[in-house]
């Protein structure tokens, strides 16, 4: 890994001699683990989703962006948007680090609509003489010619009294005519938390406290923190750093989460069940969630993690956003699906349906980098399945299902490169129920899976070899019975 100096980390790109700029977006360009249909970066390193929105007709998405090269630097928005949440149209940077407040980077936020307007709310981030942080919360409001200006100072200058300046990430959202921000903090003995403020005109935010968990020492800060009503439930997402891993759970650097209850906005209280990650893969985090067209609620995430040393980082370039998701709560259990609009990307349809046991390891002609596989489960009498993707003579990305323990874990410890500073390469989860559908999405090199229509999802990044296209299927003892539904898909976003 290059040693990046704190100077070059926040160097601003309009500081950059204009040279420099295209050799490393041809660097990138060449790269031959380009994504065709996630968002990625133009150049350098993409992170969290920030200000999602469908606002008069379109839809906005932003992610944090460091431009110069893959490693967390001087952060900018940049901004696309979309007719369908399946083609996106880039705009370049649209929040900059160029006032006092955010001089050391234009850190994670929101987008709400107020009279009329769209406005974003995120963390401002400056750097004193001695490196010490001061965070604020800043608003900036659209023109309608998409210009971009920024309220001259703060809403909220600095973090309460009791906390430190781990203090961001702020998501707005409306209750009948008044305004909240529910934002990421940490407490004095460094413990997560979440506060709540609340405004009547977008100007003057009012603390209104801390909001009451069950959760006490989980972890020294909570992330990007969301709150939404869904389906009858109150529900809040966020990203608590600090855990220890457990079993199955918790076993990446940092987890992302949600909790299901009833929050009483009087008093703060927030009854809820028990922390559940969102997604059992290697690379999510920090999700965002906002409402489509039609009123349902969307996720996105950030596939990656912080801290992580990936395969293309020595290509000028790192991450991508995860597929949108469609959530639900059924039967009380929030569930995951693939955004229907997806579907715009299928082509070349291929089925296949068969038996698969020890001995069959192909059950299907058909292969490749991209595309949306979905399989049944029509009968299984197997010990465990392995389902194994972007295979070769020497690469083979694996999916077992075991049915005793009603098991899914994800193995990609010969799916070719590998991050270099994390040791463990398999990812499992439970089911709710004996697995009968899987539907996954293969991009060039990232995967997403989608077990039993949405009862958990497993998001990683892959880096195959590019011979690397085979699908194979057998079983531990037994046989199963299984059809195929393969679509390739490509969109080059």
């Not at 006092?100 to 929101?110: I, L, P, Q, R």
């Not at 220890?244 to 076993?251: F, L, Q, T, V």
């Not at 949405?454 to 531990?476: H, M, N, Q, W, Y």
């Amino acid at each position: 890994m290059t040693d990046w100096t704190r100077e070059e980390r926040y160097r601003r790109i309009e500081d950059v001699d204009v040279a420099f700029f295209k050799d490393l977006k041809r660097k990138v360009d060449q790269s031959k683990f380009r994504q065709t249909f996630h968002i990625q970066p133009e150049t350098g390193l993409l992170n969290d989703p920030n200000g999602l929105i469908y606002y008069k007709g379109t839809y906005y998405v932003s992610h944090q962006w460091f431009p110069l090269g893959a490693v967390h630097g001087l952060k900018y928005w940049y901004n696309y948007t979309s007719k369908d949440l399946v083609s996106f149209e880039p705009h370049g940077p649209i929040l900059k680090p160029d006032t006092k407040y955010d001089s050391h980077g234009v850190y994670s936020g929101s987008a709400f609509e107020y009279n009329d307007h769209l406005y974003y709310m995120y963390t401002g981030n400056h750097r004193d003489s001695d490196w010490n942080r001061h965070s604020s919360q800043m608003i900036a409001r659209m023109a309608e010619d998409g210009t971009i200006e920024k309220f001259p100072k703060p809403v909220i200058s600095q973090q309460p009294e009791g906390y430190t300046s781990h203090f961001r990430d702020p998501k707005v959202f409306k209750i009948d005519d008044r305004y909240y921000a529910i934002l990421a903090a940490q407490n004095n003995e460094e413990q997560g938390r979440l506060l709540l403020y609340a405004t009547d005109d977008i100007v003057n935010w009012k603390l209104l406290g801390e909001i009451k968990t069950h959760l006490t020492n989980f972890g020294y800060m909570w992330e990007c923190p969301d709150y939404f009503k869904l389906d009858g439930y109150d529900v809040m997402l966020m990203c608590p750093q600090g855990l220890e891993a457990d079993n199955d759970k918790y076993r990446n650097i940092y987890q992302s989460g949600y909790m299901i209850g009833d929050f009483d906005i009087d008093t703060l209280t927030f009854d809820h069940q028990s922390f559940i990650e969102l997604d059992r893969g290697f690379d999510f985090y920090a999700p965002q969630t906002f409402t489509d067209e039609n009123g349902q609620r969307i996720l996105i995430g950030w596939m990656g993690l912080p801290e992580i040393e990936y395969p293309t980082d020595q290509e000028g370039w790192a991450h991508c956003l995860t597929i949108p998701r469609e959530l639900t709560i059924e039967d009380g259990k929030l569930k995951q699906r693939p955004y229907k609009a997806l579907e715009k990307l299928r082509h070349n349809k291929e089925t296949a349906l068969g038996y698969a046991n020890k001995f069959t390891r192909k059950l299907h002609p058909y292969e490749g980098k991209q595309y949306e596989l979905i399989i049944d489960v029509l009968e299984n009498d197997a010990t465990e399945i392995y389902f194994e993707l972007r295979t070769s003579k020497t690469t083979s990305t694996v999916i077992a299902y075991n049915k005793e323990e009603n098991k899914v874990t994800f193995d990609r410890s010969e799916s070719g490169l590998l991050p270099a500073n994390v040791e463990d390469m398999t990812r499992s989860t439970v089911l709710d129920t004996p697995l009968k559908k899987l539907q996954i999405f293969v991009d060039t090199s990232s995967i997403e899976i989608f077990c039993n229509d949405g009862e958990r999802v497993l998001s990683s990044r892959i880096f195959p070899s590019e011979d690397a296209i085979g699908i194979k299927t057998s079983t531990e003892t037994g046989q199963v019975y299984l059809q195929f539904t393969k679509y390739d898909l490509r969109n080059d976003i």
